[in-house]
């Protein structure tokens, strides 16, 4: 079973940057889509992006051109690179792993996803 740990969360100012990272646990983690998922106050948590064991990627239209996944999966994890921040983009980031070994979709709902992560907190304001 993968378990994931996120870090790399904080505050920062509109217009700045965060790199978040999960780490995983676990031998199948490099077989399996991983995303990111995050969950404003008050709100459902939403998909954020994608990655497909091969490298594949998927973005919500609310990020794209601003976020970028990645994974290395020697060292089993699984970034997401987060430029020009907006205060809206303010929320409890989660990693999560879609246990379906070699799949090449890269979930955009989140009800795809079979592990999670704690999550991280990211807060944008200046």
């Known amino acids: 079973q993968v378990q994931l740990v996120e870090s790399g969360g904080g505050l920062v100012q509109p217009g700045g940057s965060l790199r978040l990272s999960c780490a995983a646990s676990g031998r199948s983690f490099s077989t399996y889509p991983m995303g990111w998922v995050r969950q404003a106050p008050g709100k459902e948590r939403v998909y954020v992006a994608a990655?497909?064991?091969?490298?594949?990627?998927a973005y919500a239209d609310s990020v794209k051109g601003r976020f970028t996944i990645s994974r290395d999966n020697v060292k089993r994890t699984v970034y997401l690179q987060m430029d020009n921040l907006k205060p809206e983009d303010t929320a409890v980031y989660f990693c999560?792993?879609?246990?379906?070994?070699?799949?090449?979709?890269?979930?955009?709902?989140?009800?795809?996803?079979?592990?999670w992560g704690q999550g991280t907190q990211v807060t944008v304001s200046s």
């Open positions: 990655i497909t064991w091969s490298g594949n990627t």
């Open positions: 999560a792993a879609d246990a379906t070994p070699y799949s090449d979709y890269a979930p955009t709902d989140i009800n795809d996803y079979d592990v």
